[in-house]
Nanobody, 126 residues
Framework: QVQLVESGGGLVQPGGSLRLSCAAS????????MGWFRQAPGKAREGISC???????YYADSVKGRFTLSRDNAKNTVYLQIDNLKPEDTGVYYC????????????????????WGQGTQVTVSS
């Protein structure tokens, strides 16, 4: 059974930076694609960035140029570097993992996710 543990959320001023981490464990997790979804207050959960085992990435238009997703396969961990934070980035960020049966874009935008983390709160406010 694959499990995900997130860390790194918090309260940040506009223009600031954060790095979210998600450590995965379980059988076969090294082959999984992984990603981050965000649920803003009063809105549906949306896929913001996903990455394959070999490093192919997808970013939602709303975060391109400010968010950078990377993974360390030796540690089964993905990192989401968030720069120039905006108030609209506020929300609960969920780590996700999925078997590699589709593209990372499809993982972030179309397909049901197999494994979710518990979520970490990011609040951008002055």
């Amino acid at each position: 059974q694959v499990q995900l543990v997130e860390s790194g959320g918090g309260l940040v001023q506009p223009g600031g930076s954060l790095r979210l981490s998600c450590a995965a464990s379980g059988n076969g997790v090294e082959h999984y694609s992984m990603g981050w979804f965000r649920q803003a207050p009063g809105k549906a959960r949306e896929g913001i960035s996903c990455i394959s085992r070999v490093g192919s990435t997808y970013y939602a238009d709303s975060v391109k140029g400010r968010f950078t997703l990377s993974r360390d396969n030796a540690k089964n961990t993905v990192y989401l570097q968030i720069d120039n934070l905006k108030p609209e980035d506020t929300g609960v960020y969920y780590c996700a993992a999925d078997p590699p049966v589709t593209t990372v874009q499809a993982m972030c935008t179309e397909v049901p996710i197999a494994v979710w983390g518990q979520g970490t709160q990011v609040t951008v406010s002055s």
